[in-house]
């Protein structure tokens, strides 16, 4: 079992930043990649950006690979993603996810590879 605890989130207005944390707890040594998700009211989750957690490759959804960062603290069990410029668009909940599954050579941008996730984290942008 995993545990994943997201933090960060909040109000921030178009132009701002915000750095969210995803904390992992439990059996985190089986981790081939954590990822984020974001949804909204009505829509399916959808990809943001994931991390291989070995080499610590990096992959992001096309509008966001020139705003958003991942990141990981090996040590710490811990990812961040770091989003600047941020639009109204953005606003959403932001789901963090791990990955057991060894893809290789894969983004993990697909939700089905993730095993386990977080309760969700709100950013909200204003115009």
């Known amino acids: 079992q995993v545990q994943l605890v997201e933090s960060g989130g909040g109000s921030v207005q178009a132009g701002g930043s915000l750095r969210l944390s995803c904390a992992a707890s439990?059996?985190?040594?089986?981790?081939?990649?954590m990822g984020w998700f974001r949804q909204t009211p009505g829509k399916e989750r959808s990809f943001v950006a994931s991390?291989?957690?070995?080499?610590?490759?990096?992959y992001y959804a096309d509008s966001m690979k020139d705003r958003f960062a991942i990141s990981r603290d090996f040590a710490k069990s811990t990812m961040y993603l770091q989003m600047n410029s941020l639009k109204p668009e953005d606003t959403a909940v932001y789901y963090c996810?791990?990955?057991?599954?060894?893809?290789?050579?894969?983004?993990?941008?697909?939700?089905?590879?993730?095993?386990?996730w977080g309760q969700g984290t709100q950013v909200t942008v204003s115009s």
């Open positions: 996810a791990t990955s057991y599954i060894p893809i290789d050579g894969g983004t993990y941008s697909y939700r089905y590879y993730y095993n386990y």
């Open positions: 991390i291989r957690w070995n080499d610590g490759n990096t």
């Open positions: 439990g059996r985190t040594f089986s981790t081939r990649a």
